[in-house]
């Protein structure tokens, strides 16, 4: 006898849309928290980098003594490059003397930086593990699903790099936060709004299903 073959359709990819209610409700509140999160760390960022940094110029300008006052020559303090204050936008770490005879692996800078890097590494990751498994859900194609998982963490791995770097290396490195941060902040973004739109505002799909 000869078998019949038995038609079987694929099952159908869960999408945000096809979600239950609690679920829906879970993901919009890891988006809506994390999107806290990320508005404290920009808050951050304006506090401790721009803010200080754009303010110290200002007030020096308007507590610069006259080009004839006759102690003028005589303040000491630090250029605005050195000021801790400042915040490290456009700080000049080269100008810094590093007195310490000690190796580079025991210097105080190095071990602040290293607990950094670990610490910001596990919590971006986590992060973006969540971001990642609600990306995937997402009713989009896969390439594009495969680019919103991926790329967060490349920005990641970048904006710790540019750390060592300014730290170690130049201080110009630090822009590299721009497009580190930039990068899984953009797709943080995306994803949160498409997200969102897709479990409480897109009507049903009637078109076939997108492979997985």
């Known amino acids: 006898m000869e078998s019949t073959p038995i038609n079987r359709q694929s099952p159908r990819r869960v999408t945000l849309a096809r979600m239950p209610t609690p ?10 928290v994390m999107a806290l999160g990320m508005l404290g760390a920009l808050g951050q960022v304006i506090i401790h980098d721009i803010i200080p940094t754009f303010y110290s110029q200002a007030a020096d300008a308007e507590t610069a003594p006259p080009p004839d006052d006759p102690h003028g020559g005589m303040d000491h303090s630090p250029p ?89 290396v130049a201080p110009a490195f630090f822009w590299l936060h721009v497009p580190g941060g930039g990068l899984f902040a953009a797709v943080f973004a995306y994803v949160s709004l498409r997200a969102l739109w897709e479990m409480w505002v897109k009507p049903p799909s009637t078109r076939p299903d997108r492979s997985p």
Not at 23 to 32: D, F, M, Q, Y
Not at 89 to 103: G, I, T
Not at 136 to 145: A, E, K, N, Q, V
């Open 23 to 32: 679920a829906k409700a879970l993901a919009t509140c890891i988006i809506g």
């Open 80 to 168: 605005p490059q050195s000021r801790p204050d400042r915040g490290d936008l456009f700080a000049d770490l080269s100008a810094v003397e590093n007195r310490s005879a000690q190796p580079f692996y025991r210097q105080e800078q190095f071990i602040w930086t290293l607990k950094w890097t670990h610490i910001h590494l596990f919590g971006m990751s986590m992060i973006f593990i969540f971001v990642g498994a609600v990306t995937i859900c997402l009713d989009s194609g896969p390439t594009l699903r495969t680019w919103l998982v991926v790329l967060p963490f490349i920005g990641v791995l970048v904006d710790i790099l540019s750390m060592w770097l300014k730290t170690f």
